[in-house]
């Protein structure tokens, strides 16, 4: 079977493209979408200094999009310059392009929407007596415009039918140019904003600082589930909030990250952001945060992308390094520095009761408690039986009882519910703890500590006078031969004593009363599913949270007073003590008005 040649195209004259041509496809890089139209417009009423900015929208943005600001304004010579390719007033040298301070400086946005939208552009500059307008003809005609400027884009991709094929449904392109308005929103809070659909209002934010603004947007929850950051070095400063891993969100919705008041979608900082709650957080949520990194325009190059969402750093590994420490001390710093306030960021979500019987509250070896018994007089009652070591772990410290003030910010303890919970009173109100999941927090970063504090040598180990013995796999005795060396780094001695048996001569001394079986038997497992050389470099944590969990005080183990106060204490002085090691919240926190809320108190 003969095949014929493939036939070459006639070849054409090397030719200059049309500037309308041109222009259609520069669009296709900046117009995506009608949210894309928007984020250029917005940008250019900010960049001209307006202090309110009115958007309308009709059709998700197909039909129109009208942007109404008080800013500078444009002179009317000035308008046909407006809407040409690469006409701007943002740059105008190689050294202003190094050094952009503004949103917009390609000066391509208005002649791309122009090629592929019906534009109408009036304004009137602050000197001018009167407005003016020019549309795609470039044909200038007066306006009545008191001040300011209002751009009108209709029918977007009228031309180009192709293109409007691609565009989802109105709900959907709408939601888009809600988040567009959001984050320019978040990024400049001293700006007042609207936003109007199919002439229903959705949004209006009036000037305001960035708390009420990040408040208004993300809403209560975000609020008071978050941490203010405040970090500088050298000219690099992170500012803004970050949740706590308890707020976690199946998906990346509340990542607001912005470089020089610009919203960015950058790898590196999405890295180091996440760097920062790997321990904390379960792999499979995403953190939530409103962040501001601000540094030197020449530190960052933001010319990476048409759309301008892609960065450049100059000195990339410094931004990730201090982005990630600062964000990591501001997620680990203890409860105790927070302070006992009513709107202390808390640990979970808002709890509510069931009818729970008195029979089911358990406070062994206490006497009878006054209902009008204040919290630390409780406390005090029973404070002299604290200054033991508990819990048979050696792990849930002594406490003094000179301390008279109300102001922990987990309170004392009421009581325990079913053994697994400890129930507290603050300053706040009712404090609930897992009382498992703490001491696995307390626990786990007492290990690390403990093993940063000799340099990465063997932790204290405590000889057991009897070795444990028990029986194992083919797999688990390879997989001790094989890792000896990096147990012996996490304080165990293990040795074959039999064909299929193991022996337990040694434990790290913080674990001495775990249940060691279980927990030797936990960390082979783990070891054999990491290579060697990456057990004490990248899964030490992972080893030490496995040791943790089996060492920590179980579900059901009654504690007296002492005991669950001891316990608070530690929490309080421990790092990232509002999560324990699998992503779950430690306590929570149901405030006074929350209860009365309950029991129609006050209604």
Same mark, same amino acid.
């Given at each position: 079977?003969?095949?014929?040649?493939?036939?070459?195209?006639?070849?054409?004259?090397?030719?200059?493209?049309?500037? =309308?041509?041109?222009?259609?496809?520069?669009?296709?890089?900046?117009?995506?979408?009608?949210?894309?139209?928007?984020?250029?417009?917005?940008e250019?009423?900010?960049?001209?200094?307006?202090?309110?900015?009115?958007?309308?929208?009709?059709?998700?943005?197909?039909?129109?999009?009208?942007?109404?600001?008080?800013?500078?304004?444009?002179?009317?010579?000035?308008?046909?310059?407006?809407?040409?390719?690469?006409?701007?007033?943002?740059?105008?040298?190689?050294?202003?392009?190094?050094?952009?301070?503004?949103?917009?400086?390609?000066?391509?946005?208005?002649?791309?929407?122009? $090629?592929?939208?019906?534009?109408?552009?009036?304004?009137?500059?602050?000197?001018?007596?009167?407005?003016?307008?020019?549309?795609?003809?470039?044909?200038?005609?007066?306006a009545?415009?008191?001040?300011?400027?209002?751009?009108?884009?209709?029918?977007?991709?009228?031309?180009?039918?192709?293109?409007?094929k691609?565009?989802?449904?109105?709900?959907?392109?709408?939601?888009?140019?809600?988040?567009?308005?959001?984050?320019?929103?978040?990024?400049?809070?001293?700006?007042?904003?609207?936003?109007?659909?199919?002439?229903?209002?959705?949004?209006?934010?009036?000037? +305001?600082?960035?708390?009420?603004?990040?408040?208004?947007?993300?809403?209560?929850?975000?609020?008071?589930?978050?941490?203010?950051?405040?970090?500088? $070095?050298?000219?690099?400063?992170?500012?803004?909030?970050?949740?706590l891993?308890?707020?976690?969100?199946?998906?990346?919705?509340?990542?607001?990250?912005?470089?020089?008041?610009?919203?960015?979608?950058?790898?590196?900082?999405? @890295?180091?952001?996440?760097?920062?709650?790997?321990?904390?957080?379960?792999?499979?949520?995403?953190?939530?945060?409103?962040?501001?990194l601000? !540094?030197?325009?020449?530190?960052?190059?933001?010319?990476?992308?048409?759309?301008?969402?892609?960065?450049?750093?100059?000195?990339?590994?410094?931004?990730?390094?201090?982005?990630?420490?600062?964000?990591?001390?501001?997620?680990?710093a203890?409860?105790?520095?927070?302070?006992?306030?009513?709107?202390?960021?808390?640990?979970?979500?808002?709890?509510?009761?069931?009818?729970?019987?008195?029979?089911?509250?358990?406070?062994?070896?206490?006497?009878?408690?006054?209902?009008?018994?204040?919290?630390?007089?409780?406390?005090?009652?029973?404070?002299?039986?604290?200054?033991?070591?508990?819990?048979?772990?050696?792990?849930?410290?002594?406490?003094?009882?000179?301390?008279?003030?109300?102001?922990?910010?987990?309170?004392y303890?009421?009581?325990? =519910?079913?053994?697994?919970?400890?129930?507290?009173?603050? +300053?706040?109100?009712?404090?609930?703890?897992?009382?498992?999941?703490?001491?696995?927090?307390?626990?786990?970063?007492?290990?690390?500590?403990? !093993?940063?504090?000799?340099?990465?040598?063997?932790?204290?180990?405590?000889?057991?006078?009897?070795?444990?013995?028990?029986?194992?796999?083919?797999?688990?005795?390879?997989?001790?031969?094989?890792?000896?060396?990096?147990?012996?780094?996490?304080?165990?001695?293990?040795?074959?004593?039999?064909?299929?048996?193991?022996?337990?001569?040694?434990?790290?001394?913080?674990?001495?009363?775990?249940? !060691?079986?279980?927990?030797?038997?936990?960390?082979?497992?783990?070891?054999h599913?990491f290579?060697?050389?990456?057990?004490?470099?990248?899964?030490?944590?992972?080893?030490?949270?496995?040791?943790?969990?089996?060492?920590?005080v179980?579900? @059901?183990?009654?504690?007296?007073?002492?005991e669950?106060?001891?316990?608070?204490?530690?929490?309080?002085?421990?790092?990232?003590?509002?999560?324990?090691?699998?992503?779950?919240?430690?306590?929570?926190q149901?405030?006074?008005?929350?209860?009365?809320?309950?029991?129609?108190?006050?209604?």
């Amino acid at each position: 079977m003969s095949t014929q040649p493939q036939s070459t195209p006639p070849s054409s004259p090397i030719c200059q493209l049309p500037d =309308l041509l041109i222009s259609q496809i520069a669009a296709g890089e900046v117009v995506e979408r009608p949210a894309s139209v928007l984020k250029e417009l917005l940008e250019n009423s900010l960049d001209a200094g307006a202090r309110q900015i009115d958007v309308e929208i009709v059709a998700g943005g197909v039909r129109l999009i009208r942007i109404t600001d008080n800013g500078g304004g444009i002179p009317r010579d000035e308008l046909p310059l407006a809407l040409a390719r690469h006409a701007t007033s943002k740059i105008a040298s190689l050294d202003d392009l190094e050094h952009v301070g503004s949103f917009g400086f390609r000066g391509e946005a208005l002649a791309s929407i122009t $090629a592929v939208a019906r534009v109408t552009l009036s304004s009137r500059a602050r000197s001018a007596k009167q407005a003016w307008s020019i549309g795609n003809t470039l044909t200038i005609t007066p306006a009545a415009l008191a001040g300011g400027t209002t751009i009108e884009v209709a029918d977007l991709y009228f031309n180009t039918p192709a293109r409007r094929k691609f565009l989802k449904t109105e709900a959907t392109e709408f939601a888009h140019c809600d988040e567009v308005l959001r984050r320019m929103a978040l990024a400049r809070p001293e700006v007042g904003f609207t936003l109007s659909h199919n002439g229903s209002l959705k949004l209006h934010l009036a000037p +305001a600082d960035l708390s009420r603004r990040v408040k208004e947007l993300l809403g209560d929850d975000f609020v008071s589930a978050t941490r203010p950051i405040e970090a500088a $070095a050298g000219d690099l400063r992170l500012s803004g909030f970050a949740a706590l891993p308890a707020y976690s969100r199946a998906g990346r919705d509340e990542q607001y990250f912005f470089v020089n008041g610009r919203f960015v979608r950058d790898k590196l900082l999405s @890295h180091a952001a996440r760097q920062a709650y790997d321990d904390i957080l379960h792999g499979s949520r995403h953190p939530a945060y409103v962040l501001f990194l601000e !540094l030197d325009p020449y530190g960052v190059d933001v010319n990476v992308h048409p759309a301008k969402t892609e960065v450049r750093f100059r000195e990339s590994r410094g931004v990730h390094q201090f982005v990630f420490h600062a964000l990591q001390r501001t997620l680990a710093a203890p409860l105790m520095q927070l302070g006992a306030t009513s709107d202390m960021p808390l640990s979970g979500a808002t709890s509510t009761f069931a009818n729970t019987p008195a029979t089911h509250w358990q406070a062994p070896q206490q006497r009878p408690l006054g209902v009008s018994q204040s919290s630390p007089s409780v406390y005090f009652d029973f404070v002299a039986a604290s200054r033991t070591e508990i819990c048979g772990t050696d792990t849930i410290a002594s406490i003094d009882g000179n301390d008279s003030r109300n102001d922990t910010p987990l309170g004392y303890a009421l009581g325990q =519910l079913h053994g697994i919970y400890i129930l507290a009173q603050n +300053a706040a109100g009712l404090v609930l703890v897992d009382m498992h999941a703490a001491h696995e927090r307390i626990l786990y970063e007492r290990l690390k500590q403990t !093993l940063a504090g000799t340099s990465g040598e063997s932790p204290p180990v405590q000889t057991l006078l009897i070795p444990a013995l028990f029986s194992a796999s083919a797999r688990e005795m390879a997989t001790a031969e094989e890792h000896a060396t990096a147990l012996a780094v996490l304080g165990f001695a293990v040795a074959a004593a039999g064909p299929q048996q193991l022996s337990l001569r040694s434990v790290p001394a913080l674990l001495a009363g775990a249940p !060691l079986v279980d927990l030797l038997r936990a960390l082979l497992t783990d070891l054999h599913d990491f290579p060697a050389s990456q057990v004490i470099e990248t899964r030490r944590n992972e080893l030490l949270a496995t040791m943790a969990c089996h060492g920590a005080v179980r579900a @059901h183990r009654i504690l007296t007073l002492p005991e669950m106060n001891a316990l608070l204490r530690q929490m309080e002085a421990t790092e990232r003590a509002y999560q324990c090691n699998h992503g779950r919240p430690t306590w929570t926190q149901l405030s006074l008005v929350e209860l009365d809320r309950l029991f129609m108190r006050g209604s």
